[in-house]
Nanobody
Framework: QVQLAESGGGLVQAGGSLRLSCAAS????????MGWFRQAPGKEREFVAA????????YYQDSVKGRFTISIDNAKNTVYLQMNSLKPEDTAVYYC??????????????????WGQGTQVTVSS
């Protein structure tokens, strides 16, 4: 069974950085794509970034391009989201997700098969 465990959230000032981690277990993930989503209070969950496990194809929401970077450490079975130049509007619970057979271009919630529990990111102004 696939398990995804996020970590690395916290409180940071605007302009600061955080690196989120998603430890994946229960499968060999070479045929998966991974995504990061976020959900702010009172808002719907939205796509942030995605990556194909093999080949490194990446895809970003426009508002995070140039600030966020998604990457994979194969040896650790871990997906990262490096977040720089953080803004108060980045405040949200961040979720990791996985889809079997994904090509790294999936940006809709329904396209993902597995989800983590989320990690809170709060950016103060």
């Amino acid at each position: 069974q696939v398990q995804l465990a996020e970590s690395g959230g916290g409180l940071v000032q605007a302009g600061g950085s955080l690196r989120l981690s998603c430890a994946a277990s229960g499968r060999t993930f070479s045929d998966y794509a991974m995504g990061w989503f976020r959900q702010a209070p009172g808002k719907e969950r939205e796509f942030v970034a995605a990556i194909k496990w093999t080949g490194g194809i990446t895809y970003y929401q426009d508002s995070v391009k140039g600030r966020f970077t998604i990457s994979i450490d194969n040896a650790k079975n871990t997906v990262y989201l490096q977040m720089n130049s953080l803004k108060p509007e980045d405040t949200a619970v961040y979720y990791c997700a996985a889809v079997l057979g994904g090509n790294g271009r999936q940006r809709e919630i329904y396209e993902y098969d597995y989800w983590g529990q989320g990690t809170q990111v709060t950016v103060s102004s």
